[in-house]
């Protein structure tokens, strides 16, 4: 397997209160993603990383932000958890949007 | 930007037979088409993928087909074995654009 380690891997939490996920990898791939995984809705893209500093949003972004200060790690913050966070989270990394992605274990964060 | 389809959302076979899974993207551009396996609790893995200069690929009994004209492509899983049964997601990029993923297939394989 990849080197790709999701931390941590089950969290609940309080509505209202901030929650980070981190994303490390030792692989020194360019790229990184958070995508959200409910039923139904596949993988949905929260926002990604294509250098240190660099980062975009992606389809779902609304309540979450990103930092990625150094290579191998990408930050996930819920600023203020609501219900409907509540889901299963991959990280992902590849060097270029055209070759595999690895993905990570997934966090499965539930807020109450 | 791109765009993704997957069709069906579910699909049930019985054992032995073939399974289709059928995906749209809406960027001619996209030059890249993976297919991931998502086991039951486990992370997305990739299976096979494909490159828009090659209409086909096969890998033992799995398959994929490209038709960039009609901006389709299809995973072909042949002699479906128990093993088979789990979620799959198509994808497609172009060069370093970001990955974007169908909405996902979970196929069951009927003992």
């Known amino acids: 397997d990849a080197g790709i380690t999701q931390s941590p891997r089950h969290k609940v939490t309080e509505t209202g209160t901030p929650v980070t996920l981190r994303c490390h990898q030792t692989?020194?791939?360019?790229?990184m993603y958070w995508y959200r995984q409910d039923p139904g809705h596949g993988l949905r893209l929260i926002h990604y990383?294509?250098?240190?500093?660099?980062?975009d949003k992606g389809e779902v972004s609304d309540g979450y932000s990103v930092s990625r200060s150094k290579t191998e790690d990408f930050l996930l913050t819920l600023e203020s958890a609501t219900s409907s966070q509540t889901s299963v989270y991959f990280c992902?990394?590849?060097?270029?949007?055209?070759?595999?992605?690895?993905f990570g274990q997934g966090t499965r964060l539930t807020v109450v | 930007g791109e765009n993704v389809e997957q069709h069906p959302s579910t699909l049930s076979v019985q054992e032995g037979d073939s399974a289709v899974i059928k995906c749209t993207y809406s960027?001619?551009?996209?030059?890249?088409f993976p297919w991931y396996k998502q086991e039951l609790g486990k992370r997305p893995q990739l299976i096979i993928d494909?490159?828009?200069?090659?209409g086909e690929k096969k890998d033992q009994r799995i398959a994929v087909t490209l038709n960039k004209t009609a901006k389709h492509f299809s995973l072909h899983i042949t002699e479906t074995q128990p093993e088979d049964s789990a979620v799959y997601f198509c994808?497609?990029?172009?060069?370093?654009?970001?990955?974007?993923f169908g909405t996902g297939t979970r196929l069951t394989i009927i003992p």
């Open positions: 990383s294509y250098g240190v500093k660099d980062t």
């Open positions: 494909i490159r828009s200069n090659v």
């Open positions: 994808a497609a990029s172009f060069g370093n654009e970001k990955l974007t």
């Open positions: 960027d001619s551009a996209s030059n890249y």
């Open positions: 692989e020194n791939h360019r790229y």
């Open positions: 992902a990394i590849n060097n270029r949007g055209d070759t595999e992605a690895f």
